[in-house]
Every structure is written in structure tokens, then in C-alpha cells.
């Protein structure tokens, strides 16, 4: 099925523009459509709605990760974020506080992890690379320190059947609703708004895009933030879903996100990108897994499959372009008397 | 001002605005820890015969806590065994990883879905799988645990590999006859959130507490997460912050078998004792190699058995999970259910140099 | 791979010697900043607790080194020229076993070594391959490489394990004994290091790897074959993940389908706490190799003066943090003092 799509990219080109988010979108659509009519078991409202709340938390952190690839910065401290968030509120809420104030406090944390983030990126001029794999293992650290042994699991019920349930006997989860909303906030801000068109020119140059006078450190500051408060939030949610707060809550998040905004389409060099592309790759890959499990496909085959697609994810449109670009060097050659097309 | 200006206020605003509605929602007082109440006793509903018959072509499926760990395959062959030979079907499923809590309820869910008889889970987390459980048992699942309980009310029955008390006090009875009822000693254990460790911890401290052994000082407990090199390196640490240290009991097949190699490799091999719960084909070379004594284990195979024999009886409506309950178990004799909904398998065998050749798992 | 406009980079070749060897000066100061820690370090918990530099406790802490300065070796010199492997926790893995299957057939222990030596070089190449073919960001590809070569690795074991008593005693004794306290593991990752540093240093193409890393397009027009470079950092660090993964074996005595699982970022941290920069060009194996004993050594130093173990992840990570930003702020200085020096040039040459 890839095949075919990639094929396509390569043959339009450049100029034919079958956007590779568009593609996956498609590819996406297919594979609901295949699910549905051959895999038993797959279309019913319970297994969908399972779909949806096991995809949300990779989904939730991927709007705001989205945001920041695009401005050509990456957090790979999401993960432990949410995990200690998830730790904190196990921790308080063992101390006696009430449920109503833990989450903000969380939230507040999650942003402060943020700031830590963007200040050592935007003040001191560090690669987030870099810097956001030294919070990757402070984080998840701070978090042990914290909890300890501990798993707490008493949450009071209102909270875990709104972490865990769905709408009646309807396949969305309480929890899809709020994710809604982020969502289009996020694709809002992303599309629609100067702060977008500033994200996606920092992203292409951004010595350029400072001096046509957009404030690039501050810009990336409240990105990073964002991150951090929407991986906080995910975190609480984690905690809720599974109806357990452990300082490991979420380990290895930060790759699935990645995986699946990069598989969206989300240009990593900075610049490129839609959020319907990565909506799509997230949805993408939690509905191939669901459908491999259903199907009874090894856990380890799962994983080969994974890093296959993320491989010909960027290894497809980069081919692609290529040859496109061979090909219009060719043509360039062919008529003398110009100078050469500028590709690239 | 530039539009950026304006988000970062908002965001600044917005924190500050959800912090005051937080300590007003704390000054109304909220939902805390003792409002929530707590049920327990297992998931049980219904009346058993102990005589109906035994259901055939029923779909029998294993959730281990990690599929590839070798004591999970051994178990879970036993258990195939013990399916096919009830004339049901078996399968098995699992994350790769032996912490992916996430993973696990997703093949719970999964597993709902495909309208499987009964599962046998061993579960990574006591609480995490809970919902998915519950949702499985109200869709007419059928859910035994086995190695690894969670909290009561999420299955119906657990099948424990020997009682948690049971092997916390015998680890230490191993450990005080070995090195002479007196000096220090260590606990190398998996991962801090292991639920299984902690208990049997809690049970060997309480063994300690008895008289005879006041000569035996317990000086640390250290976590090696189940990962070899860790585990290695919580050992080194173990001997030089305690040059004193007479034995170390590794209640986990990694950590135990972690020690024993660091341990033959050392100047400490023989000096300082190890014991704990290993597999008999893991610890041969160190058993005749004189760096450990002896050691102890449940038969995997037995647990394996066990778990889908009670989970085939459980479809049969030859048990519901209720105390004083008992059923046939094959070849394996006939098992009550105890306290919470617990089966369990017996005292857990010793290896040493004498008989472990006899055992090939 | 993310990289954010640097203004600072090295020095430009017309600036000629002093700013070289102020550079080369810099970067030893950097290593040696590390070495410096570590002997605090080991020297204050030496203090605290007599027994740990006892002849057992060096010979530990130089095993406990031994493999990851193996794989950070590679890994720096994948780094210097810009790029990074994350695959080399799962070349480690499916290397290890290869070697311990071969073994358990009845195999000769030196021929194992080289075939794992082999497999890694191939995943090495692989990757290669498709960083610099594909013109694809290293980290997007060596994630994927990361996750399909595990996956291959849990298919192909399944639940089998190797442990040591299906190992030939020689191979398993070669995994801890040693001359006094320096274990023949310790000697050979000694001699593969040294060995790199000196192909680095002396070598066109090893040269050739720092201008990449420094900057690619201008390497490519000074003539550097591009692709044919960065394969070859890639063989090499798969190379040595899969030496290292021999070198697990022996010491561990036990591999099964989850070994090396998670070492990609162990090895990561080491490479940039010794001092090799993400933004290519800079650092050096040596650094890289410190780096791997100061982090190993940091799990061996807290359980020795009885911090509890839930510190280290921590402390890694702070670590870490605090290494960018030292490596930072130091580049910063550099490039004012060139700038300074440069200045003077010119008005000397205006005077």
C-alpha cells in the first residue's frame, strides 16, 4: 500500500503536489476502510472507543510537538514530563490533597518543565536536541525520587470512568472531547494566525524570520511551554486511564510521538508541515496497531513494522524529490541558452 | 506588541487563573484520598457446581507480563499443555517489554474484543489493568491471574506460584542456615515498583523479626530493575559499601542470576552467599561452580497448569472464585480456593548441588 | 537532525595557527575537565569508603566502563560528522546473541567475536546507506533502524536465552579476569580507542570527518567524497556496537532477545558529556571514552556511599545538562577572544 503512494509522490514530483500529508490522510482513510469491512471484531463502538483512548495521549502531546517542529526545535522530555507529572499527582494525592487541586498544581508543573526547556534552548542557544535529552532523564529521575515504589491507584472514581469510559455505548471517550477542542485550537493557531505563519518561517530560516521582525526566542519560549503543559496534562490523563500513578508512566512516549509526526509528514530539518498530516500519522499508526493485535500479529512484528514505516516515511518524499529534481536538471540541460533551474 | 507577546500573557494569565480556581476548589474542599471508598474481596458473582461438566472448545488466552522472558514461556507452554489436552483452544499474546503497563491493557481490550473464553494475565501493574478487566469480566470473560495479582476485585480468581509468606520466610531460613545464623545481609530486587518483590520483602523482614535470628542485621535493600547490567553493578556496590556483607538474597530470576555471575567472576565467590529465586538451567553453572549453595523456585510449569485449569473450570461454572470452593485439576489433584480468591500452588521447591540436575527448566 | 543556526563554529582556515591551537587547547581543557571530575569523584569516595579503589573495586569499575566506551567511541565519531546512531542498543543486542548462538553450537570464542564484529559492521553500513543515499536526518533513520532491527532480534530469539554455562569456560573467563587489576576487556577497548583517536587525528579521512561534521556543504566543495565518509563512520560504529556486544557476552554470561534495550541514550549522554557536540566537528574519542567511565562510574560511586540507586537517572540527567551548557558558554568565550585577536590583526595591519 505504501508502495503505491510512494510511487505516486515520485511520479507527480515537485510541481504535481500530492502532499505526503495528504497521502497518509489517504492511506489512513484506506486502512479504516479495510478494518472495518475484513477485521472482526475491529468496527464495533467498544473497540473503537478503546482505539481512540489508548491513541489520545500520543495524540494530545503530538499538537503541541507538531507547533515545535515545525519552528525546527524538538522536546524529547515529553514522556517523563507527563511521568512525573502522573508522579506528582500520585505523591499529593497520597499526602491528602484534594484531587481538584492536584491537577492544576500539575499543570503548573508541567509548564515550569517547559520553561526549563525553552530557557536553556532560547537563553544559552543550546540545541533542544540536546538539552532536551538531559531533561528527558532529569525529568524521569525527579519523578523516581518522588514516588518511589509506589503505584497509586485510588483515584476517586468520577475521575477514572471520565479518564477511561466513553459516552454512553457511542465509540467516544469522554476524554476525546476535551481533545477536540485542543485540537482545533491548535490548528487554529497553527493555520490561521500570524503565530503560525511565524512558527512555520522560523522554521525555514531563522535568521531571516528575526529580522523580518518576528521574536524568535520568545516565540519558541511559549512553544516549549505549551509542550510542557500539554504533556502535564497528558500525564494526569495517563494517570486516570490506566488508573495508576508510577514514576515510569509513559516511558518511550516521546518515540511513538515522533514516530507518528514524523510519518505525518512533519518536516524534522524545521519549516514543513500540517497538523492534519500529524493527526493523521498518530491515528495512522494506533489503528495499525490496533488491527495487528486484532489480527494476532507478535508484538515484535508490531515493532518491525513501526520502524519500516517510519524509515520509508522520509526516506519516500526525499526520493521522490530526487528524482523530480534529476529530472528537472535534465530538461534544464536539454534547453541551452538558460541557466540551470534553481532547485532545492 | 507583537502577537507572541500577547500568547505568552495568555498562557501566564491562564496558569494563574487555573492556580487561584485550584485553591478555591481546595478552600470548598475537594475530592480527596478518604472520600473515595474502598471495596474489596474478589469479583464474584454467581453460584458454582463443583460437578457440571467441563466445557470443551473454549478460547483459552495468556497475557504474560512480558512475552520472550523465558519463565513466562515455560509457564505458558504448561499451560497450552493443559488447554489442548481440555480440547479448547489457546493462544497467547503480550507486550515485549515487562514494564509497557499501557501495552498490557491494550491486549486486555484487545482481547475483549475477539470474545476470547477466559484470560489468564499476569499483571504488570496491580491497578492499571483494573477497568479493562472489569470490562472483560462484564462481557463474560472469564479472568484468572496467575504470578502476578492485581487488586481483588479485578478477577475472579488468583493462582499463586506459592504463597507470598511461604517464600519471604523461606528465603531467609535459606539464607540464615548458609551463613551460620549470623552477619550481614543484603536484598537485590527487581524494580522498586515490583509488586511481587515488595511483598515477599515485607514477609522477610517479618521472618528477621523472630529471636533466632537477631544476629542477622538486613543492612540494605537495593533495586536492579530487572536488568542485568544494573543489577551487576547494584551487587559491586552492595560489597564494597558493605565489606562485611555475608549473603545476598535476589528474590528475582534476573537479579539472582545477575549476582551469581558477578560473584564467580570476583574474589567474593564462595565468601559471600547468594540465594534467592532463580531458574534451575540459569543456575547451574554457579551451583557447581560452588558460588552458590542453593536456592529455591516454584515449578513454572506447574503455575502454567494450574492457571488454565482454573481458568477452564471457571468457564464450566465449576468455580465462581468464592472461598471454600474447590475443583479437580487434572493429574495435578484437587485445589481449594482460599482467602480473596487465592489458589496456591504449595511450598516452593530447593535446588542445590544434589538434585538440580533433575530439573530442566 | 535539529541544528539551529551556530555562530560559532571553527575557526576559518585564514586565521591561521594561534586560533588553531587555541582550539586544540580549548578541547583538551574540555577533556581534561572531565578526567578532573572523575578523579574528585573517585578520590572523595575513596575517602568515604576504603574498600572502593581496593584492586576488585578498579577492576569493576573498569569493566563496568569497558562496553560502553566501546559503543560511545563509535558513536562519537558518528557525531563529529553531524549525524547520530540510535540503533546501536539493538545492534549490540542481536550482535551479542549472534556470537553466543555461534558459541553454543560448538564455535570457535575468536571467530564468534568477529562475527558479531561482522553483523554490526552490516547494520552499520545499512545505516549508512540510508543516512547518506536517502539524504535523510540521521535521527529519523536510526530511530526506524532502532525499532526494526530489535524487532528483528525479538523474532529470531524469542524467548531463547544464552547463559554462561553454554559458554566454553575461556571465553567466560577472558570476560573477568585480567593482569592485576586491569581486565583483558579494559586492554582491548584500550587498544580499539587508542586506535581510532589515531586514525582521527592522522588519517586524510579521518581528518575528512571533522570538516563534514563542521560544515557539510563546505566540505563537499573542498572535494570531501561525502557519502563515502559518512558510510564509513557508520560501518565503524557498528563495528565496535558489535564488538561490544561480543564483549557482553563474556562479561555477562547472559544475553536474551531485550539486551541492550534503552542503551542508545546511555551511549548518547556519554558522547556529550565527554565533549563531542551534536553540532558536529568538535570532541574527540578520548572524551567520549571519558564520558563512558564517568557515567558508569557515577552507578558505581552511589550505591558505594549508600545513596540510594533512584538518584542515578537523575543525576545522569543534570549531568548532562550541565555539560552542554559548560561546552557552551566555553565556546561562546572562545569566539569572543578570537574575535579580539582578529581585531588586533587588523588594526595592526592598518598601523
Known amino acids: ?49 478503546f482505539l481512540i483512548g489508548n491513541t489520545l495521549p500520543i495524540a494530545l502531546i503530538a499538537l503541541p510537538m507538531t507547533l515545535l517542529v515545525v519552528s525546527g526545535e524538538v522536546d524529547l522530555s515529553v514522556g517523563s514530563t507527563a511521568g512525573l507529572s502522573g508522579a506528582v499527582m500520585g505523591a499529593l494525592w497520597n499526602e491528602g490533597m484534594s484531587i481538584e487541586t492536584i491537577i492544576p498544581l500539575c499543570l503548573l508543573l508541567g509548564v515550569v518543565c517547559g520553561l526549563i526547556n525553552g530557557l536553556l534552548v532560547t537563553r544559552l542557544g543550546l ?218 | 506588541m507583537s502577537l507572541a507577546t500577547v500568547r505568552t500573557r495568555r498562557l501566564t494569565l491562564a496558569v494563574a487563573t487555573a492556580t487561584v480556581l485550584a485553591l478555591g476548589a481546595t478552600a470548598c474542599g475537594g475530592t480527596t484520598k478518604n472520600d473515595t471508598d474502598k471495596k474489596s474481596g474478589s469479583a464474584v458473582t454467581g453460584k458454582a457446581d463443583a460437578n457440571a461438566e467441563t466445557k470443551k472448545g473454549l478460547k483459552i488466552a495468556f497475557l504474560p507480563k512480558q512475552v520472550n522472558n523465558p519463565y513466562f514461556t515455560i509457564a505458558d507452554t504448561a499451560g497450552k499443555k493443559a488447554v489442548e489436552e481440555l480440547g479448547s483452544t489457546y493462544q497467547e499474546v503480550g507486550t515485549s517489554s515487562g514494564t509497557d503497563t499501557s501495552g498490557q491493557v491494550s491486549y486486555v481490550n484487545t482481547l475483549t474484543q475477539q470474545q476470547v473464553n477466559a484470560i489468564a494475565v499476569s499483571a504488570q501493574d496491580p491497578g492499571a489493568l483494573c477497568t479493562a478487566l472489569k470490562q472483560a469480566m462484564k462481557n463474560g470473560v472469564s479472568v484468572v491471574t496467575y504470578d502476578s495479582d492485581t487488586k481483588t476485585d479485578c478477577r475472579q480468581v488468583f493462582v499463586s506460584q506459592a504463597s507470598a509468606e511461604d517464600l519471604g520466610r523461606t528465603q531467609v531460613q535459606q539464607m540464615a542456615k548458609q551463613i551460620g545464623g549470623k552477619g550481614e545481609i543484603a536484598i537485590l530486587s527487581a524494580a522498586q515498583t515490583a509488586t511481587n518483590q515488595n511483598t515477599w520483602i515485607d514477609f522477610m523482614k517479618e521472618e528477621l523479626k523472630k529471636p533466632e535470628y537477631k544476629d542477622i542485621k538486613l543492612v540494605k535493600v537495593a533495586y536492579g530493575d530487572d536488568d542485568a547490567q544494573k543489577s551487576f553493578q547494584q551487587t559491586q556496590g552492595l560489597l564494597q559499601e558493605y565489606p562485611d556483607l555475608k549473603g545476598i538474597i535476589s528474590p528475582t530470576t534476573v537479579g539472582i542470576k545477575a549476582a551469581a555471575q558477578y560473584l564467580s567472576g570476583s574474589k567474593y565467590k564462595g565468601k559471600v552467599k547468594l540465594t534467592g529465586l532463580g531458574t534451575p538451567n540459569d543456575m547451574r553453572a554457579y551451583v557447581k561452580n560452588g558460588t552458590v549453595d542453593a536456592f529455591e523456585l516454584w515449578d513454572p510449569n506447574k503455575l502454567g497448569e494450574l492457571a488454565a485449569r482454573t481458568a477452564v473450570a471457571l468457564q464450566s461454572g465449576q468455580i465462581t472464585g468464592a472461598e471454600g470452593q474447590t475443583f479437580k485439576a487434572g493429574g495435578m489433584g484437587t485445589y481449594t480456593i482460599g482467602k480473596d480468591g487465592v489458589v496456591s500452588l504449595g511450598k516452593p521447591t530447593v535446588f542445590d548441588a544434589k538434585n538440580i540436575d533433575q530439573y530442566k527448566f | 537532525m535539529t541544528t539551529t543556526a551556530e555562530p560559532v563554529r571553527s575557526a576559518p582556515a585564514s586565521r591561521a595557527a594561534g586560533a588553531r591551537t587555541l582550539i586544540d587547547k580549548m578541547f583538551k581543557a574540555r577533556e581534561l575537565a572531565v578526567l578532573a571530575v572523575l578523579v574528585v569523584m573517585l578520590g572523595t569516595t575513596q575517602i568515604y569508603n576504603g574498600e572502593f579503589l581496593s584492586e576488585q573495586g578498579i577492576k569493576d569499575l573498569l569493566l563496568n566502563a569497558t562496553i560502553l566506551a566501546l559503543v560511545a567511541t563509535g558513536q562519537a565519531v558518528v557525531v563529529i560528522t553531524r549525524n547520530v546512531d540510535l540503533s546501536v542498543g539493538s545492534v549490540l543486542g542481536i550482535s551479542a546473541f549472534a556470537a553466543g548462538n555461534y558459541l553454543n553450537g560448538g564455535g570457535s570464542p575468536l571467530l564468534a567475536v568477529l562475527l558479531a564484529v561482522a553483523l554490526g559492521a552490516l547494520f552499520g553500513l545499512l545505516n549508512g546507506a540510508l543516512v547518506s543515499l536517502g539524504k535523510v536526518p540521521a535521527l529519523v533513520v536510526t530511530l526506524g533502524t532502532l ?142 571514552a571519558l564520558g563512558a567511565v564517568l557515567l558508569t562510574s557515577i552507578n558505581s560511586v552511589l550505591p558505594a556511599i549508600g545513596v540510594s540507586s533512584v538518584w542515578v537517572t537523575a543525576i545522569n540527567g543534570i549531568l548532562l545538562l550541565l555539560a552542554i551548557a559548560v561546552d557552551r558558554i566555553l565556546a561562546l568565550r572562545v569566539a569572543a577572544v578570537l574575535r579580539k585577536k582578529a581585531a588586533q590583526m587588523r588594526s595592526a595591519r592598518h598601523d
Not at chain 1, 504535481?16 to 484506506?30: E, K, S, Y
Not at chain 1, 538539552?131 to 525529568?139: D, F, L, N
Not at chain 1, 513494522?305 to 519516500?316: K, N, R
Request: glycine residues 12%.
Open chain 3, 147 to 288: 525499532y526494526i532491527i530489535r524487532g528483528i532480534d525479538s523474532i529470531w530469539v524469542g524467548s531463547r536465552q544464552i547463559t554462561a554455562d553454554a559458554l566454553p569456560e575461556g571465553f567466560v573467563g577472558f570476560g573477568h579476569d585480567g593482569i592485576w587489576a586491569v581486565p583483558y576487556l579494559a586492554l582491548l577497548a584500550l587498544v580499539v580507542l587508542l586506535a581510532v583517536g589515531y586514525y582521527l587525528r592522522s588519517y586524510r579521512s579521518g581528518r575528512d570527518l571533522y570538516a563534514l561534521g563542521s560544515s557539510p556543504e563546505a566540505a563537499r566543495l573542498a572535494g570531501v567524497p561525502v557519502r563515502g565518509r559518512i558510510m564509513t563512520a557508520y560501518v565503524l560504529c557498528g563495528a565496535l556496537a558489535g564488538l561490544a556486544g561480543a564483549l557482553y557476552l563474556a562479561r555477562f554470561g547472559n544475553v536474551d532477545s531485550a539486551t541492550g534495550n534503552g542503551y542508545e541514550l546511555t551511549v548518547v549522554s556519554a558522547v556529550v558529556v565527554g565533549g563531542v557536540a551534536f553540532t558536529g566537528g568538535s570532541g574527540s574519542v578520548y572524551g567520549a
Open chain 1, 1 to 49: 500500500m505504501t508502495d503505491t503512494t510512494t510511487k505516486a509522490t515520485a511520479r507527480r514530483g515537485l510541481g504535481g503536489a500530492v502532499r505526503w500529508d495528504t497521502a497518509v490522510g489517504a492511506l489512513f482513510v484506506v486502512l479504516l476502510l479495510c478494518s472495518f469491512s475484513f477485521v472482526d471484531n475491529f468496527g464495533n463502538a467498544l473497540n473503537v472507543s
Open chain 1, 127 to 344: 540545541p533542544s536536541l540536546a538539552v532536551t535529552i538531559g531533561t528527558m532523564a532529569a525529568y524521569r529521575g525527579i519523578a523516581q525520587i518522588i514516588l518511589g515504589s509506589d503505584s497509586v491507584t485510588d483515584f476517586p472514581s468520577q475521575y477514572l470512568d471520565f479518564g477511561a469510559g466513553r459516552i454512553g455505548d457511542t465509540f467516544i471517550p469522554y476524554a476525546a472531547l476535551p481533545f477536540l477542542v485542543l485540537l482545533a485550537i491548535a490548528v487554529v493557531v497553527l493555520h490561521a494566525t500570524p503565530v503560525g505563519r511565524s512558527l512555520f518561517a522560523i522554521g525555514a530560516s531563522e535568521e531571516a524570520a528575526r529580522f523580518a521582525g518576528i521574536r524568535v526566542k520568545r516565540l519558541k519560549l511559549s512553544m516549549f511551554v505549551t509542550t510542557g503543559l500539554l504533556s502535564a496534562l497528558t500525564g494526569v490523563f495517563w494517570a486516570l486511564h490506566y488508573a495508576s500513578a508510577r514514576y515510569d508512566n509513559a516511558t518511550g512516549l516521546e518515540l511513538s510521538v515522533i514516530a507518528a509526526v514524523l510519518l505525518g509528514g512533519i518536516d524534522f530539518d524545521g519549516g514543513k508541515g500540517t497538523l492534519g498530516g500529524a493527526i493523521a500519522g498518530v491515528f495512522l499508526l494506533g489503528t495499525l496497531q490496533n488491527v495487528m493485535s486484532l489480527l494476532n500479529v507478535s508484538a515484535q512484528s508490531q515493532i518491525v513494522v513501526t520502524g519500516v514505516l517510519l524509515v520509508v516515511s522520509v526516506l519516500a518524499p526525499r526520493v521522490g524529490r530526487q528524482i523530480a529534481q534529476s529530472r528537472a536538471r535534465r530538461k534544464a540541460t536539454a534547453v541551452p541558452l538558460r541557466p540551470p533551474a534553481a532547485t532545492s
